[in-house]
C-alpha cells in the first residue's frame, strides 16, 4: 500500500505544474525566443502581448490568412487565458487552433514578424511544453539557423519520444547535422511517421512552401534508402519480409501524396521516394505497376517531366513486358511525348519504358486499330531510345501485325499506314536502318507474301544499273513516296536498236529502266497491263522474236520481289495461253521454268508450276502423230544467248521427248514442286538416274522414259546451264542435275564439266559481282561445281587436280577449298589406280614448295596434309609412299647440280649433307608418310611390317647425316611397329612375317636413343615381340636391362612406368622358362638381371620403387627370387634405414608363406656365405667387386634387415589371422615357421665365436618370437627358455617382456596365458644364477601382476613371496634389489592385504636398503627410489603396516636423506611418501614418532628440519579437531621443543644461522596456528600460560642469554598469534604482560640479542593493542602496567630504534585505550620527554605526537592547550631536525583544526 501511494505521489509530482511554486514559475516564465531569461523573467504579459500583436498585424499584411487568428489567439482575451485552469477540450480544441497557426508560420519563420508572433504562443500558450512535438517539428527545416539552437535551450527536461535524439544537442545547444536527423528517420520508425504526418496535414491544410517540402522529400529519399539498405540482412525470405514492411510503412504516405494534385512538389517528393523504393526494394513487376499507374494518374503539366524521369527508374527495374491499358492511355494524353522522351534519353535510360510503351501500342493497334501510336513507335526506333534487341522485338511485333491484316475494307487504312511506317522503317539510315533491316531478314514471316499482302515493297529490289552508267546507287526502293508508274513508263524507249535478248552475255541499256516500271506496276493490274502492251516489249511479236520472254525470264530469275517474280511467270503464262497461238515448241522456256520450281517463294514456285502447264498445252494433244510432231515449229529466236555463243550449238529435244519430259516427268510432280524448293531435284535423280547394277528390271521403274530420251533432256539441260548468263538458273539447274550420275553413257560430269571450267576461268572480281548481282551464295556455287565431277571421270578428276595444284584459278582458294571437298565426299567411291593417282597427286601437292611465299599455296599445302591425314587410306597406298622415300644411299648419289660435274664420288656424300634444303625436304617426306602410317591405324596394314622395318634401318643411317637423333620419326616407325604387333597377338591366323622383323634394329634404338621416348617405345615393342616370337628376343635380353637400369628406370613419368612395367611382364617370362629348361640354378642365372634392377635403385623415384621392384619380383617368381632381391640391396647399399623401410614394403606385397619361405632362403644364403667355399652367394653378392670381401662382415650386414622384416606389424596381424584359421595354410605356415625356427638356431650355434653375428642372431629370433600370438609364443618360450645359452634366454625373456606391454588386459587368451607363465618365471627367480637374466624375470612378473595380478590373486602372491625371498630382494645385486622393490610396489596394489605375510621380511630389507642407499654408490639413488617407493604404495594401500619401529626409522633415514647430496628425483620420492605418511598414518603414531625424531632431526641439519615441519603441518591439517585436541599433549611438548631451536642451536651450530632459524620459526609458527584453530580456549589456554612460563623462568637465572633466545622465539610466535586471532585471543596477554614488561625495563641497549627481543616485544604489543576490541588496555590495571613502561622507553632514543616499533606502540595503545584521562597520561608522560637534553629524545617525543595527532585527530587536540607552551619551546630548538620536525606537527595539527596556531603561539 505504501509503494502504491509513493508511486501515485511520485506521478503527481511529475506533472505538476508547479502552481504554488513561485520559482518554478518564474523560470517557466523566463522561456523566450527573442529576449534572455532574466529580461523575460521580468516581463508581463501585457508588454509581451503588445510586442507580440505588432509582428502578428505585420503577418496579416504579408497574407490576409492569418487574419482568422484576430479574434482567438491574438484577440485581447488571450492575455487572461490561463491553460492550467483550462478544461481538458478547451485545452484540445486550443491546440487545434495552435498548431494550425504555426503550420501557417512555418514558411515565414525567417522573418521577425513570424518569430515575434511565434513569441506570443511560447510566453502565452507554452507550446513548446504542450505542443512540443508539432512545434519542433515546424523548425525542423530550419535546424541549420541560430533560431533553432535558441528554441532547443527553452524545451523541457522531458522531449517526445520522437524527439529524443534532440537531448545531446539540448544539453550542448548545438544545432543538429543533417546527418543525424536522416539517421533518426532511418531507425525511428515514430520520428519518420511524425514528419510525414506533419507534411501532409500542412499539405492538406494548404499551408505548404517550397522549403519544407524540399527538406521532406530529401530527409526521406535518404532515409528510405537507409532503411532498405538496413533491411538486407538475415536469410532471403526474413531480407524480403523486411523490406516490404518497410514499403508498406510507407505506401499510405505515398497514397495521399500522389493524390493531392495542387500540390507538385509533394508529388515529385513521391516520386523521389518511388524510384529509391524501386532501385533498392527488389520489387516485383506488381507492385512497380501499381506504382507507374499511380504516377501517370492526376499529373499535371509542372509535374509530367519528374513523373517520366520517375517511370523510366520504375521501368527500368520491371520485367521487359507492355504496359498496362491504363498508363498507355495516360501517356498518350502527353503532347509531344516523342520530343519529352528523346530529350530525357540524353540524360539518362529509357529504353524499358520505351520498349514496354511501343509493345504497348502495337498490342493497341493490333486489337483496336489505333494508329495513334505508330508515330511515337517510329519515333522511337529512329533516335535510338531502343536497344537493338527491343527495335529487333518491335518491328517483328509490327511484321505480325501486318501479317494478320486481312482484304476487309475497315483495315485498308491500316494497311496502308503499317505498309508506310514499315517502308520508312527500312529506309531509316544509319544503325537503326541497319538493325531493322537485320530483322528483315531473320524473320520467320514470309516476307514475299506480306509484301503482296500490303501490296508493296517493303525490302529494297537490287537493279541493275545501266551499262553506260557507273555503278551507282542501284538500289531503288519502291513505296510509296517513290516515282509513279506512269512516269516511269512515260520515260520507257519505244524500240531498242541494238537488242535482240535479254538473255544476252553483254550488258543491257534497257533492261534497268523497263524492270523499274514493271515493279512498280506490279501493286496494279491495271498498270502491269499497260506495262505488258509496251511497245519496246514486241508482244505481239514474242514468238518471232526474244525480248518479251527474256525480260520476263530474266525478271523472275532475279532477285527481285515475289511479287514481281510471280507476276512475270503469270504475264509469260497469259500470253501463252492466247487462243490466237498456234500448237508450237517452246522448249526454250522449260529450264527457266524448272529453275521457278526451285525458287525459295511458295507463290513463284505456284507460277512457275502454271507456266509448265501453260506450254504442255502448247503440244499436240495426241503424240503418237508424227507426222504432226514433225510439222511443229520451234522457237528458237536468232541471238538467244547474244553473239557469244552464236558458234555454239545448243541441243535441243525432239518434240515427242519434250512432251515426254512435260507430261510424264515435270507436271505429275508439279504439287509437290510447289510445297517443297528442293523436290525438283529427287524428281531429277528419280527419273533421270540409270538403275543401279545391282537392280533388276523388275525393281526399276518400267514405265521411266528411255535411255536416249534421259540422255537428250540431260544434253538439253546442260546446254542451257553451259549458256544461259543467269548464274542463278546455272547453280539451280545443276543442283538438280547433279543428281543424275549420268545417262547410257553420258555422264553428267562430260556434259556440265564446262560450266566449271567457265567458273573457274573468271576473276575473284567477276565472280563475285555475279553472286552479288544475283543475290546467291559464292561458297554454295563453288560446291554444286565441283559435285559435277563424279568419281568415275578423268577430266574431270584431271580438272579438279589442276585446281588442286594451281595450275587452274591460282588466285581462288575458295574453288581450292570446294575442290578439297569434293575430293573427300567421293574418295570412297575412287577405285583403284584413280585413288592412287589422287593420293599420289595430294601427296606432291602436301610436299609442294615454292619460292615465293603464297597464301593459296600455303592453303594448299596444309588442306592436303589435313586431308591425306584424315582419308581412310588403303594398303597399297601406304606401300606405295614408304616406297617412294628417299635412302641414305640415294641422298648420296644425287649432289647439287651445280657441283655434279666437278666432284668425285667420295666427294659426293660430303656434298649431299650440304644441301639442306634436299634434306629437309627428305626429312620433310618421310614424316609426312609416317605420319600418315600412323594414323591410318597400322594395326590393320600387317604388309607395311618390311616396309617400317626397313624405314627404322634407314632412319639409322639418316641420322648420322642430319646430326640429329630423329627421335619423333624413329617414335612414329616404333608406335606403327607396335599396333602391328598388338594385332598379330589380337589375331593369331594374321601370317606374321618372322624375316621381316630385326631386333638388332629394337636394340639399338634401345641403346643407341639418347631419346626417353623412342627408349620407351622401342621397350614396348620388344616386349609385345617378346609375346609374339620370344626366341627373336633372348639374346638381347641382358642388353636391354643393363640398359634400363642407367635410363628408362631413371624416368619419373606415368609412361616411362607403364614401358617398364610392360617391359618386365612381357619379357622376363621367356627368360625364366628358358632358364627353367636348363640345369642351372634360375636365380643365378638371372643375376645379372637382377643387378641392373639393383643398380638403378637409387635411380628410381621413391613413388615409383615399391610398385616396380613388386612387379619385378611377381614376373620373376617371389618364392625364387624375393630373397636375392633383398640380399642383393643390402649388399649393394647397406642395412640402412631406407633399405630396410624398402625391403618391409617390398616383402608386405607378398604373402605371410612367400615372406617366411624367403626369409628362410635368405637365412641359407647367409650359411653360403660362412662357407669356406661359397657357391651361389659370390654369384648375387659383390658379383660387381673385383676383392674377396670378408665373410663375417657381409653376414652380419645382411642380418641386420631380418629383424626389420620380421617385425613388421602386417606380418605379425597377417600371421595371426592364419593361424586362427587352423587349417592347411596354418599347418603349412607352422611347418615353416619350426623350420624358420631350427634354422636360425642352427645358424646361432654356427656363429657362437662370432659375439656380433650371434648376438645378430638373438635380434632375429626375438623378432621371430614376435611374430606369434601370446599363446603360441609363451609356449615357444617355455621350450626355448630350457636351452643352456645365457644370452639366448635373455633375449627371448626380455621378447616376453615386450610383448606384455602391448597386450590388451581385456584379451582373454593372452591373459590365462601370461598368468599359467608365472610358475616358471618365478622358478626362474628362484633357481637361475645369471642375474641379468634373473633381473628380466622379476620385469616380467611385475608387468604381468600389473596387467593380469588382478584376476589370479593366488598366483601374484605366490610370486610376492619369491620376489621378497633371499632369491630375488635377498640378492646382493642392487639391481635386482631395485627391480625386486619396484615389483613388491606393484604387487601391494595388486594384493592388499594378500601381501602381509611377505611384509614382516620384506619391509626390514627395504628400510635397510634404503640406508644403505645413502652411501656413495652408482645404484644408490635408483635403490633409494625404488624403496620410497614401496613403502608409499604401503602408506597408500597398508599404512597400518608403517608404524612403531618402522615409522621411527624411516623417519631417520628420511633426516639422513634429506641432507644427502641425492638429485631431484631422489628428494621428490622421499618428499611424496612422507607426505603421504603424514596424511595416512594415525595421529597418535605419527605424532607420536615425530616427538621422538625431534632431536634427531635437528641434529641432522636445517634440511631435515624443513621437512619435518613440512610433515607435521600436513599431519595436523589432515586430522580432523577432535584428533588433534586427543593429542594436544604430545603436540605441545613438540612445539615447546622446536621453540627453543634458536637457544640451542644458534652459536653452536654454523647451519643455523639466523635466517635459516626465522625461516624455520616461520613454518614453525604457521604449523602452531594450524593447531592453535583446532583447539578450544580450554585447551589451548594451559598450553599457552605453560609455554609463557616455561619460556620465562624455566632456565637459570645466570643463563640470561638463552633465555633472551627462547623468549625470541616466543614473541616472535605471540606477535603471529596476535595478529592472526585478533580480538578473540586479546585476553592472553595477561599471561605474558608481567614478562614483556620486565624485558622493556631490562633492555640492554649495547646487547644485539637483548635489543632484538626488545623488538619482538613492542611488535606482539603493537599487534594485541591493535585488535583489542573488548577495552583490555582500557582498564587502569593493565593500562597502569604497561603505559609507564612504554613512554619511559623514550629515554632509549639514541640507542634503540623508537620510531619503527615505540612508536607505533604508544599509538595504538592510545587508541586501544580511548579514555581522556589514559591520555592525559600518556600525553603529559611524552610532553616530559620534549624538554629532555637529549634531542634525539625530543625528536622522537615529537615524531610520537604527530603519530597521535594524525591518528586521533581532534580527540588528541582536546589537550592542545596543555601543548601550546611545549611547542613554543621547541619552534626555538637548538636542534635543527627537531625544529623541522615541530613544524610538520604544526601543520598536522592545523589541518586537523583547520584554523592557524599561529594566535595561539604568540
Not at 493531392?260 to 507492385?287: E, N, W
Not at 657357391?1175 to 660387381?1184: F, G, R, W
Not at 609356449?1275 to 602391448?1302: A, M, Q
Not at 615541530?1782 to 592545523?1790: A, F, P, Y
Request: charged share 25%; hydrophobic share 40%; glycine share 4%.
Amino acid at each position: 500500500m505504501a509503494t502504491s501511494l509513493a508511486a501515485q505521489l511520485s506521478k503527481i509530482s511529475a506533472n505538476s505544474t508547479n502552481s504554488l511554486n513561485l520559482k518554478a514559475q518564474k523560470a517557466a516564465h523566463s522561456k523566450s525566443l527573442i529576449f534572455e531569461p532574466r529580461v523575460a523573467a521580468s516581463q508581463s504579459f501585457d508588454t509581451i502581448y503588445i510586442l507580440c500583436h505588432e509582428g502578428f498585424q505585420e503577418l496579416c499584411l504579408l497574407d490576409g490568412r492569418f487574419l482568422e487568428f484576430q479574434r482567438d489567439i491574438f484577440g485581447e482575451q488571450s492575455q487572461t487565458e490561463d491553460r492550467v485552469q483550462m478544461t481538458a477540450a478547451e485545452n484540445s480544441e486550443l491546440n487545434k487552433r495552435l498548431e494550425a497557426f504555426l503550420g501557417l508560420v512555418g514558411g515565414r519563420l525567417r522573418l521577425t514578424p513570424a518569430i515575434k508572433a511565434v513569441e506570443w504562443l511560447l510566453r502565452r500558450f507554452r507550446v513548446h511544453e504542450y505542443n512540443t512535438s508539432f512545434l519542433l517539428t515546424t523548425f525542423l527545416p530550419y535546424h541549420t539557423l541560430p533560431l533553432f539552437t535558441t528554441l532547443l535551450s527553452i524545451l523541457p527536461n522531458k522531449l517526445p519520444q520522437e524527439y529524443e535524439f534532440l537531448n545531446p544537442y539540448v544539453r550542448s545547444l548545438m544545432p543538429p547535422p543533417r546527418r543525424t536527423i536522416v539517421q533518426t528517420a532511418t531507425n525511428s520508425n515514430s520520428f519518420a511517421s511524425a514528419l510525414n504526418t506533419y507534411v501532409l496535414r500542412i499539405c492538406k491544410s494548404r499551408q505548404h512552401y517550397p522549403a519544407l517540402l524540399a527538406f521532406w522529400a530529401g530527409i526521406m529519399t535518404e532515409a528510405m534508402g537507409g532503411m532498405l539498405d538496413k533491411s538486407r540482412s538475415g536469410r532471403k525470405g526474413v531480407q524480403e519480409q523486411k523490406e516490404h514492411d518497410v514499403i508498406l510503412r510507407l505506401l499510405p504516405t505515398l497514397n495521399e501524396g500522389l493524390a493531392m494534385k495542387s500540390v507538385p512538389d509533394l508529388r515529385i517528393g513521391c516520386y523521389m521516394l518511388l524510384s529509391v523504393m524501386a532501385s533498392k526494394g527488389g520489387l516485383d513487376d506488381k507492385v512497380l505497376t501499381a506504382m507507374m499507374e499511380a504516377v501517370v494518374l492526376g499529373w499535371t503539366t509542372e509535374t509530367i517531366i519528374p513523373g517520366l524521369v520517375c517511370l523510366s527508374v520504375l521501368a527500368q527495374h520491371r520485367g521487359a513486358k507492355q504496359m498496362t491499358k491504363r498508363l498507355t492511355k495516360e501517356l498518350l494524353k502527353v503532347e509531344n511525348l516523342p520530343s519529352l522522351l528523346l530529350q530525357l534519353s540524353n540524360q539518362r535510360r529509357l529504353d524499358k519504358l520505351a520498349n514496354g510503351l511501343c509493345l504497348s501500342l502495337v498490342d493497341r493497334l493490333r486489337n483496336h486499330g489505333d494508329l495513334r501510336g505508330l508515330p511515337i513507335v517510329e519515333k522511337m526506333i529512329e533516335n535510338g531510345i531502343l536497344s537493338d534487341q527491343q527495335s529487333s522485338v518491335i518491328v517483328k511485333s509490327l511484321l505480325l501485325v501486318a501479317h494478320q491484316v486481312d482484304e476487309s475494307s475497315d483495315q485498308i487504312n491500316l494497311r496502308q499506314h503499317l505498309a508506310s511506317s514499315l517502308v520508312t522503317l527500312t529506309q531509316l539510315p544509319g544503325h537503326g536502318g541497319d538493325v531493322v533491316r537485320g530483322t528483315l531478314k531473320d524473320t520467320e514471316i514470309d516476307m514475299d507474301e506480306l509484301e503482296m499482302k500490303l501490296h508493296t515493297t517493303i525490302r529494297p529490289a537490287i537493279l541493275p544499273a545501266p551499262a553506260d552508267s557507273p555503278m551507282e546507287d542501284a538500289s531503288t526502293e519502291v513505296s510509296a513516296k517513290g516515282p509513279s508508274f506512269q512516269t516511269l513508263f512515260e520515260q520507257l524507249p519505244k524500240k531498242t536498236v541494238s537488242e535482240s535478248s535479254f538473255l544476252s552475255h553483254d550488258a543491257s541499256h534497257v533492261y534497268p529502266d523497263l524492270c523499274r516500271a514493271f515493279l512498280a506496276s506490279t501493286s496494279n493490274p491495271t498498270d502491269l497491263d499497260s506495262f505488258d502492251a509496251a511497245p519496246i516489249l514486241t508482244r505481239d511479236s514474242a514468238l518471232e522474236n526474244a525480248l518479251y520472254f527474256t525480260f520476263y525470264i530474266r525478271t523472275w530469275c532475279g532477285p527481285y520481289p515475289v511479287l514481281a517474280r510471280s507476276s512475270a511467270l503469270q504475264m509469260v503464262s497469259r500470253r501463252l495461253s492466247d487462243p490466237n497461238i498456234s500448237k508450237i515448241d517452246i522448249q526454250a522456256l522449260v529450264p527457266y521454268a524448272i529453275a521457278a520450281l526451285a525458287d525459295p517463294a511458295a507463290k513463284v514456285r505456284r507460277a512457275g508450276a502454271e507456266l509448265l502447264v501453260t506450254i504442255s498445252h502448247l503440244y499436240p494433244e495426241n503424240v503418237e502423230s508424227k507426222k504432226e510432231l514433225k510439222t511443229l515449229s520451234r522457237w528458237e529466236p536468232e541471238g538467244l544467248y547474244g553473239k557469244r555463243h552464236e558458234g555454239e550449238e545448243l541441243k535441243w529435244l525432239s518434240p515427242d521427248v519434250a512432251i515426254r519430259m512435260l507430261r510424264e516427268l515435270l507436271i505429275p510432280a508439279l504439287e509437290e514442286c510447289v510445297l517443297d524448293a528442293k523436290h525438283i531435284e529427287s524428281v531429277f535423280q528419280r527419273s533421270l538416274q540409270s538403275p543401279g547394277r545391282s537392280e533388276s528390271p523388275k525393281q526399276s521403274d518400267l514405265s521411266r522414259l528411255p535411255q536416249s530420251s534421259r540422255a537428250s533432256i540431260l544434253s538439253f539441260l546442260a546446254s542451257h546451264v553451259v549458256h544461259t548468263p543467269l548464274f542463278s538458273v546455272k547453280l539451280r539447274l545443276i543442283s538438280s542435275l547433279n543428281q543424275v550420275r549420268g545417262v547410257a553413257g553420258l555422264t553428267r560430269t562430260s556434259v556440265l564439266l564446262p560450266v566449271l571450267q567457265e567458273w573457274s576461268s573468271l576473276s575473284p572480281a567477276e565472280a563475285s559481282k555475279h553472286c552479288k548481282d544475283e543475290e546467291i551464295d559464292s561458297a554454295e556455287f563453288d560446291d554444286q561445281c565441283f559435285m559435277i565431277i563424279i568419281p568415275s571421270d578423268e577430266e574431270g578428276l584431271q580438272f579438279l587436280t589442276s585446281v588442286v595444284v594451281r595450275d587452274v584459278a591460282a588466285d581462288r582458294p575458295t574453288l581450292l577449298t570446294a575442290a578439297f571437298k569434293r575430293l573427300r565426299a567421293m574418295w570412297s567411291s575412287l577405285k583403284g589406280e584413280l585413288k592412287l593417282r589422287m593420293a599420289q597427286m595430294l601427296m606432291d601437292s602436301a610436299l609442294s614448295s615454292s619460292d615465293k611465299m603464297s597464301e593459296h599455296h600455303d592453303l594448299a599445302v596444309q588442306t592436303s596434309s589435313e586431308l591425306l591425314s584424315s582419308l581412310p587410306l588403303s594398303t597399297d597406298i601406304l606401300l606405295a609412299f614408304i616406297e617412294q622415300l628417299p635412302t641414305a644411299a640415294k641422298l648420296a648419289d644425287q649432289p647439287p647440280a651445280s657441283k655434279r660435274r666437278r666432284t668425285s664420288h667420295g666427294e659426293v656424300a660430303r656434298n649431299s649433307i650440304q644441301d639442306s634444303k634436299e634434306l629437309a625436304a627428305a626429312i620433310r617426306k618421310v614424316t609426312l608418310v609416317l605420319q600418315l602410317i600412323d594414323s591410318s591405324n597400322p594395326k590393320m596394314h600387317p604388309e607395311l611390317l618390311k616396309g617400317l622395318f626397313n624405314v627404322l634401318a634407314e632412319l639409322q643411317h639418316l641420322k648420322t647425316q642430319v646430326k640429329s637423333e630423329l627421335a619423333y620419326l624413329q617414335g612414329l616407325v616404333l608406335s606403327s611397329l607396335l599396333a602391328i604387333f598388338q594385332g598379330f597377338k589380337s589375331d593369331r591366323n594374321i601370317k606374321f612375317d618372322r624375316a621381316a622383323v630385326r631386333a638388332d634394329l629394337l636394340v639399338d634404338c634401345v641403346q643407341k636413343t639418347s631419346s626417353p621416348q623412342v627408349q620407351n617405345a622401342a621397350l614396348l615393342l620388344i616386349a609385345a615381340l617378346a609375346d609374339i616370337a620370344p626366341e627373336l628376343v633372348l639374346h638381347s635380353v641382358m642388353p636391354i636391362f643393363t640398359f634400363m637400369g642407367h635410363s628408362v628406370l631413371r624416368q619419373n613419368d606415368d609412361y616411362s612406368a607403364h614401358v617398364i612395367g610392360q617391359t618386365i611382364r612381357e619379357v622376363i617370362p621367356p627368360l625364366i622358362s628358358s632358364l627353367r629348361k636348363g640345369k642351372a640354378n634360375i636365380v643365378t642365372g638371372a643375376a645379372e638381371l637382377l643387378l641392373s634392377f639393383v643398380a638403378a635403385y637409387e635411380h628410381v623415384p621413391n613413388h615409383r620403387r615399391k610398385g616396380l621392384f613388386t612387379s619385378l619380383t611377381q614376373t620373376l617368381g617371389p618364392e625364387d627370387f624375393l630373397f636375392a632381391l633383398l640380399a642383393m640391396l643390402v649388399d649393394k647399399y647397406g642395412s640402412n634405414e631406407g633399405i630396410k623401410t624398402f625391403s618391409v614394403e617390398l616383402s608386405s606385397s607378398f604373402s605371410v608363406e612367400t615372406q617366411l619361405l624367403s626369409v628362410a632362403k635368405y637365412l641359407d644364403m647367409v650359411k653360403d656365405i660362412l662357407k669356406p667355399k661359397p657357391t651361389y652367394s659370390s654369384i648375387l653378392l659383390n658379383a660387381n667387386d673385383d676383392g674377396v670381401p670378408d665373410p663375417h662382415k657381409l653376414a652380419l650386414t645382411e642380418l641386420e634387415l631380418l629383424p626389420s622384416i620380421l617385425s613388421q606389424k602386417r606380418l605379425i596381424n597377417q600371421t595371426g589371422k592364419i593361424l586362427e584359421r587352423d587349417d592347411m595354410d596354418a599347418a603349412r605356415v607352422r611347418d615353416l615357421y619350426s623350420g624358420l625356427l631350427e634354422n636360425l638356431l642352427g645358424l646361432a650355434d654356427l656363429v657362437k665365436s662370432q659375439k656380433r653375428l650371434h648376438s645378430s642372431c638373438g635380434d632375429i629370433l626375438e623378432s621371430l618370437l614376435g611374430l606369434l600370438s601370446t599363446s603360441e609364443f609363451v609356449k615357444s618360450v617355455e621350450g626355448l627358455l630350457d636351452r643352456p645359452n645365457e644370452s639366448l634366454r635373455r633375449k627371448i625373456l626380455r621378447s616376453l617382456e615386450v610383448r606384455i606391454d602391448h597386450e590388451s588386459p581385456s584379451d582373454a587368451a593372452s591373459r590365462a596365458a601370461m598368468l599359467g607363465f608365472l610358475p616358471q618365471l618365478t622358478a626362474i627367480i628362484r633357481e637361475s644364477t645369471d642375474l641379468p637374466y634373473k633381473h628380466i624375470a622379476v620385469a616380467c612378473v611385475d608387468k604381468i601382476s600389473e596387467k593380469y595380478g588382478k584376476k589370479d590373486l593366488e598366483a601374484v602372491s605366490a610370486a610376492a613371496e619369491t620376489i621378497a625371498s633371499s632369491h630375488c630382494l635377498g640378492q646382493s645385486d642392487e639391481s635386482l634389489r631395485v627391480m625386486a622393490l619396484l615389483c613388491l610396489a606393484s604387487l601391494v596394489d595388486i594384493l592388499r592385504e594378500g601381501i602381509v605375510s611377505v611384509l614382516p621380511s620384506a619391509i626390514p630389507k627395504a628400510l635397510e636398503y634404503m640406508e644403505e642407499s645413502l652411501k656413495v654408490d652408482s645404484e644408490a639413488p635408483k635403490l633409494h627410489n625404488a624403496g620410497y617407493a614401496f613403502i608409499s604404495a604401503l602408506v597408500h594401500h597398508l599404512p597400518y603396516m608403517i608404524s612403531g619401529g618402522y615409522l621411527d626409522r624411516l623417519l631417520q633415514i628420511s633426516n639422513a636423506s634429506a641432507v644427502a647430496d641425492l638429485d631431484d628425483e631422489a628428494d621428490e620420492s622421499r618428499q611424496q611418501c612422507l607426505r603421504l605418511a603424514a596424511k595416512q598414518v594415525d595421529a597418535k603414531s605419527m605424532f607420536g614418532a615425530l616427538e621422538k625424531d625431534w632431536e634427531l632431526a635437528a641434529a641432522k641439519g636445517p634440511l631435515s628440519l624443513h621437512e619435518y615441519m613440512d610433515v607435521l603441518t600436513i599431519a595436523i591439517d589432515k586430522h580432523p579437531k577432535v584428533v588433534v585436541t586427543k593429542y594436544s599433549a604430545i603436540l605441545a611438548k613438540i612445539f615447546q621443543k622446536a621453540f627453543d631451536l634458536r637457544r640451542q642451536k644458534t652459536g653452536s651450530d654454523d647451519a643455523f644461522t639466523s635466517d635459516t632459524v626465522a625461516e624455520l620459526e616461520a613454518k614453525l609458527n604457521d604449523a602452531a596456528i594450524k593447531m592453535i584453530y583446532k583447539f578450544n580456549d580450554a585447551t589451548f589456554r594451559p598450553i599457552f600460560e605453560n609455554l609463557v612460563e616455561w619460556a620465562s623462568s624455566s632456565l637459570p637465572k645466570k643463563d640470561k642469554a638463552g633465555r633472551t633466545l627462547r623468549l625470541q622465539s616466543i614473541y616472535g610466535f605471540m606477535a603471529m598469534f596476535f595478529d592472526n586471532l585478533k580480538s578473540i585471543v586479546t585476553s592472553y596477554a595477561s599471561y605474558l604482560l608481567d614478562n614483556a614488561v620486565d624485558v622493556l625495563k631490562t633492555v640492554d641497549p649495547k646487547d644485539d640479542e637483548s635489543k632484538t627481543l626488545w623488538s619482538a616485544v613492542l611488535r606482539t604489543l603493537t599487534k594485541c593493542f591493535e585488535h583489542d576490541q573488548d577495552e583490555f588496555w582500557q582498564s587502569p590495571a593493565h593500562f597502569s602496567a604497561i603505559a609507564p613502561v612504554l613512554c619511559a622507553q623514550f629515554t632509549h632514543a639514541p640507542s634503540l630504534p623508537l620510531a619503527a616499533e615505540l612508536i607505533p606502540a604508544v599509538v595504538e595503545l592510545a587508541a586501544a585505550a580511548d579514555s581522556s584521562d589514559h591520555h592525559k597520561e600518556l600525553n603529559g608522560t611524552i610532553m616530559k620527554h620534549l624538554r629532555s637534553e637529549i634531542a634525539s629524545v625530543r625528536l622522537a617525543a615529537v615524531k610520537c605526537e604527530q603519530a597521535l595527532t594524525d591518528r586521533l585527530g581532534e580527540e588528541w587536540l582536546s589537550m592542545l592547550p596543555e601543548m601550546l607552551p611545549f611547542i613554543s619551546e621547541l619552534q626555538e630548538d637548538d636542534d635543527d631536525v627537531v625544529e623541522k620536525e615541530t613544524h610538520r606537527w604544526i601543520m598536522k595539527i592545523e589541518g586537523v583544526l583547520g584554523e592557524s596556531l599561529d594566535s595561539m603561539l604568540q
